[in-house]
C-alpha cells in the first residue's frame, strides 16, 4: 500500500463519513446526530470483524518496524475507521421506534455471527455489502415511503392504519429526499474505505479469487 | 512526492479535517454563511455588514421591529456578533412589552437569542454602552426583564403597572 493511500486517502474517506453520515436534512432544520453509544460498541465489532477476517491488517499500519510518523499514520487510519464504521451503522440503522431497537439487535448477532464464522476477505465485504444495503433499503425507501406524508387520501388512510395498528412505533420523522442520496454516496465510500485497507495477504483465499487458477492446480485422486 | 512529505502532510490534513468535524458537530450550523462565518470568526476575521446593521438601527429606533430583526440577521448572517444578538434580542422585548400584558412567545424568543449572544461575549460579559437610545445596556439586565416578563406573579395585578415604561 502506498503512504499516499494510508496517510490521505483513507483518513479523508473515512472522516468524509463520518461528516456525511451524521447528516439528517428535514424540513424544519438540519443537523448533525453523532453516532450512539450503541453504534459506537458496534463500530468496534466490526473493526474486530475486518481483522479477524483479514480484511485489515493491524500489523500494516502500526509497527515497531514502521517509523513513529507512519506509525502515527497508522493510528489516524485505525481510529477514523471505527468512528466511519460506528456512523456509517448509526446512518443505515433506523431514528426512532420499533426499527431502531430490531436493527441494532440485528447489527449486533450479524457481527457477532460474522466474527463466529470467520469468513475470508471477499466473503466479509459481500457481506457488509448485502448487510449496509438491506439496511439502507429498509431505512431509506422503505419505512421512508410508510413515513412521508401522503399526497393522496387512500395513501393518508393507509397511513392512519398502520400508525393505529402499530401505536405509532414504525414510523419515521420524514427526512428530505437529500438526506437519502447523501447516505447513499455515505454507505458507499464507507465500502470503498473498506475495501482499500491494507488486507492480510495470508488470509485464506476465497474459491472465487482461485477460480481461474484452477485449472492449474493438481487434480485429486478419485 | 517523497514518503515523509506524504505521511506529514496526510497527518496534518487528517487533523485538521477531524477538528473541523467535531467543531461542525459541537456547533450544528444551519447554513452555508454559519459555517463560513463561524470559521472566519475563528480566526478573527470576522465583520458584519455594517450597511445592514446601521438599517437594522434605524428600524430599531423607529419600532420597526420585525423588519429591524430581519436587518439585523442579513447583517450578522453567521450569528456571530454578540452586539448585534443583543440588538436582537432587545428588539423582541420592546415588541413583546406592553402595559397590560408581555407577548411570553417573543420574549422567549428574546431568551434563546440572549443566550446566543452571551455565548459569544468574551467572558459571558456583554455590555452595550455606546447607544443613548437604550435603556437596558447589559446582557444581565435584558435577562432580567425577559424573565420577569414571562413570568406570572403578584405583582402582573398591581395596577401601577399601567403606568410603567418600557425601557
New interface residues.
Partial sequence: MT??R???AL??VF?TV??LG?LRIADA????A?PSVFALVLGVLLVRVLVQCGALAPERLVSPSRTA??N??GV?VLV?LWAAGSQAIALVIPDSGLPRIALNVFFLVLLLNTAAASPDRVRLLRSLSVTFGSAFVLKFVVLYELSTPGTSWLKRVLQTMLEGITLGTLTQEPLRPVTGYIAFATVALFLIGIFLLPHDHGAPVATSEIGPYKALLPSRPA | ?P??T??????A??IV??TL?GW??AR?P?TIAQVTGGLSAAIGAYRIDEQAFADGLRFFRSDHFPEARMAFARADSAERDARTQFYIAYSYYREGWGRLYHDATLYRQGLEVLDRAVALAPGGRLVVDDDPNLKIHSADELRAELEAGIRVDVSDFNPMRLFSERK
Fill in positions: 503512504a499516499g494510508e496517510a490521505i483518513p479523508i472522516l463520518v461528516l451524521g432544520a438540519a443537523a448533525l453523532p510518523l507512519a502515527a499514520n489516524v477514523t | 512526492m514518503e515523509r506524504a505521511r506529514a502532510l496526510g497527518l490534513v487528517a479535517y477531524a468535524i461542525l458537530y450544528q444551519q
